[in-house]
């Protein structure tokens, strides 16, 4: 369903005055036709600016599931901040103290909880957008809108909650008294990207969960499996020198490493971050191509 | 005047049944490629009976036009709302939109039970495609006219139905598109406020936009739109034009449907297990009536056969709807309180009626068949029933044929006694 001609208008957008006032005789008709409707044709598979169109949607799609999210919970928001604050002692008590693992420096509870705060959003975001889609079946049956802001409004509505678990590790770093250097820079653009790849991911995930249901059994085992490769408990260096180019697979190791780096103020390993960019950009256009491909039958198959 | 819709040659397939209609596991793809890999790749999904919801529908909508869309269930209408909407995709065709669409395929849609009326105007105008500053400017306006002023900042969960569903509506009533595209959701709410909602979309007609408007009610079609359509099983019977032809049109297929024997009639729904054979109308004295009168003592008999007798606590009702408006009543055996614990393998039910206080007309009667709460056959629009008239009140004297509705059994007094004395003080 391809979007030709004056873009420039956003379908949300009020209708302008005279249009309005027109009683019929006076409308003035585009001559081109504002929407195409038919099939297969070879649209182009998402629309950028038809998303920019529905901007709004986007935001109030995430503000609705900020604000649903903790209700009728006892605790509410407290919660972004609990998950990562819990599995930090944990693996405190058992890789810090027991297991004595060499955490460059940085005392382990912080070095863990930099790791988990980014993997929490990370993993969050790929549940949430997974299930997103198959969760607004009432709303894709219903009304039509580019369906891509479903992911991407899950994704948003957790980095609400990554930014709260993010002034956690801040007041942590106080406590212990870890300095920051100019490299903390460097983290928005981290941020970015953990959001960029959590979005390919979960994209992808949330079209195969139209199609198979096996997506929402698979996904919190992948998550599990996915942890333990990503240098949230270990680091890198933990893993010999000569298998080290494996984790290079995993952005999330990459990314997580950069986090830590940057807060401490140790050596960036900017090989790793580049595979892992690299493979951003890789995921994000296969998944948005693979999600514009089975967004035409959504509506059918849901 | 150039049209403002276009659509050319439109159809849509589906398959029904088959693995690519529905979601499926992973397991059943793999298994089922692996078993037929031949068919799985030419095909995707095989074995899936076909289904052309739309088949070559074209027609063009000039700006300011009120479309209706007229046609029975399964006919294609809510199919032809999905394209234009752009909810489905079409299978081949084209369709050519000259202006921005609102489609309301229900009220409410997004709505969240846990957020306030407030905040699910917010949510559900974005939804529809309204701008924030829209919403912001329109908003008192919605408040009132949904009626919910007090409750603005209470969960909709706690909205009693009626209040929901006015909410719901307010919101989508203050869309302004150039094209509205319209389903049944006017059969909501309550009778003043469906009129209401009836009211605001002859003022969205008015100021020149463009409706399309789905329904079943022939009333609503006829008093709001400007032109109609008949689509009969995706295909366009009757082209877009005067709204009484298309309404004629419509009325005579349900009546030719209805002439069809009834157990040969094949758009019936349920199990099967007990199957309508046939239905009759008699007099109290037991002969068959062609045309049934008001006031008449009329029995109502539903022929059936039954694969088994093991059928237990059958439950079987006719609804009634008048040809000219909506839902007139009601016939089942479980209102009345005689139950049918089980039944012989063929049989008839017989539904008596000592005075018929139907108003002469026609009336078109849907049956159904069921066993605790499993329905078993169901057939819509199965008959046509006439009524002529008849003396009701054995006064020879009956409302004026305009006033259309139900007779009531009435007795009038009159108790003058206190008028009179306060007119003498």
Redesign the interface.
């Given at each position: 369903m391809k979007q030709t001609a004056p873009q420039t208008i956003p379908v949300a957008s009020a209708i302008s005055a005279e249009n309005s006032q027109a009683s019929g005789t006076t409308l003035h008709l585009p001559d081109e036709p504002l929407v195409v409707i038919q099939a297969n044709n070879k649209w182009n598979l998402i629309s950028l600016s038809d998303i920019w169109a529905y901007r709004e949607l986007l935001f109030f799609l995430t503000w609705r599931d900020v604000k649903v999210r903790y209700k009728q919970t006892l605790l509410g928001a407290a919660w972004a901040i609990l998950q990562p604050l819990f599995m930090m002692i944990i693996f405190t008590i058992f890789f810090g103290r027991l297991a004595g693992v060499d955490s460059a420096g940085v005392p382990y509870p912080i070095f863990a909880l930099a790791g988990l705060v980014p993997w929490t959003f990370f993993s969050n975001t790929i549940t949430a957008s997974g299930n997103s889609l198959v969760g607004s079946a009432h709303l894709i049956t219903k009304v039509y809108f580019p369906r891509l802001i479903v992911p991407a409004a899950a994704m948003l509505a957790g980095l609400v909650d990554f930014v709260l678990a993010f002034g956690l590790l801040i007041v942590l770093m106080f406590y212990y008294r870890v300095p920051l250097t100019t490299q903390v820079l460097f983290l928005p653009a981290l941020v970015l990207l953990t959001a960029l790849f959590g979005l390919g991911v979960g994209t992808w995930m949330s079209a195969l969960n139209v199609k198979y249901r096996d997506v929402r059994f698979a996904l919190p085992f992948l998550i599990q499996l996915w942890l333990f490769v990503s240098s949230v408990i270990l680091p890198s260096s933990s893993v010999p020198a000569k298998w080290r180019w494996v984790l290079m697979f995993n952005p999330m190791s990459g990314i997580i490493e950069g986090y830590r780096a940057a807060l401490f103020g140790l050596p960036f390993d900017w090989p790793a971050l580049g595979v892992a960019t690299a493979l951003t950009i890789v995921m994000l256009f296969y998944s948005i191509y693979s999600f514009g491909k089975a967004e035409r039958t959504f509506a059918d198959i849901i | 005047m150039?049209p403002?819709i276009?659509v050319e040659g439109l159809s849509k397939l589906?398959y029904l049944g088959g693995s690519g209609?529905?979601?499926?596991?992973?397991?059943e793809?793999l298994m089922e490629s692996l078993r037929k890999p031949v068919r799985y790749l030419r095909r995707g999904n095989s074995g899936s009976e076909k289904l052309w919801a739309l088949s070559d529908v074209s027609f063009e909508v000039t700006?300011?036009d009120v479309v209706g869309i007229i046609g029975r269930n399964g006919a294609g209408k809510s199919t032809l709302l999905?394209?234009?909407?752009?909810?489905?995709?079409?299978?081949?065709?084209?369709?050519?939109?000259?202006?921005?669409?609102a489609?309301l395929?229900?009220v409410g849609?997004?709505f969240?039970p846990?957020?306030t009326g407030r905040?699910n105007i917010?949510?559900n105008g974005?939804?529809?495609?309204?701008?924030?500053?829209?919403i912001e400017t329109k908003f008192d306006e919605i408040v009132a006219f949904a009626e919910v002023e007090k409750f603005i900042d209470t969960p909709v969960k706690r909205y009693s139905s009626g209040m929901y569903v006015r909410l719901a509506f307010a919101v989508a009533a203050h869309l302004?598109?150039?094209i509205l595209v319209v389903d049944e959701v006017l059969a909501v709410g309550d009778a003043a406020f469906q009129k209401k909602c009836l009211g605001r979309m002859r003022d969205v007609a008015?100021?020149?936009r463009t409706v399309i408007f789905v329904s079943h009610n022939m009333a609503a079609v006829s008093s709001l739109c400007t032109k109609a359509m008949v689509l009969w099983e995706g295909k366009v019977e009757y082209p877009l034009g005067s709204v009484e032809g298309a309404v004629q049109q419509y009325l005579s297929q349900v009546h030719q449907m209805t002439k069809t024997r009834l157990a040969e009639r094949t758009d019936r729904q349920g199990n099967g297990r007990v199957r309508i054979k046939d239905f009759a109308t008699f007099d109290g004295q037991g002969n068959e009536l062609e045309y049934l009168a008001t006031g008449q003592e009329t029995h109502f008999r539903i022929y059936y056969s039954s694969e088994d007798t093991g059928v237990q606590n059958v439950a079987v009702a006719i609804g009634i709807t008048s040809n000219s408006g909506g839902f007139v009543s009601m016939l089942s055996n479980q209102v009345a309180g005689d139950t049918f614990e089980s039944i012989a393998r063929d049989g008839y039910f017989t539904c008596k009626i000592k005075k018929l206080p139907l108003m002469p007309g026609n009336y078109t009667a849907g049956l159904i068949i069921r066993s605790n709460d499993v329905i078993l056959d169901w057939i819509q629009q199965a008959v046509t029933i006439v009524v002529e008239p008849g003396d009701f009140y054995g006064t020879g004297r009956m409302p004026p044929p305009t006033h259309s509705g139900v007779l009531l059994e009435q007795e009038w007094t009159l108790n003058g006694s206190r008028q009179t004395d306060a007119g003498k003080e």
């Open positions: - | 150039r403002i276009r589906y209609a529905a979601y499926s596991t992973l397991r793809t700006p300011g999905k394209v234009l909407s752009r909810i489905v995709e079409p299978t081949s065709g084209r369709v050519e939109l000259y202006g921005r669409v489609s395929l229900e849609t997004g969240h846990e957020l905040e917010y949510l974005s939804i529809l495609g309204m701008s924030r500053r829209e302004e598109p150039e008015s100021t020149g």
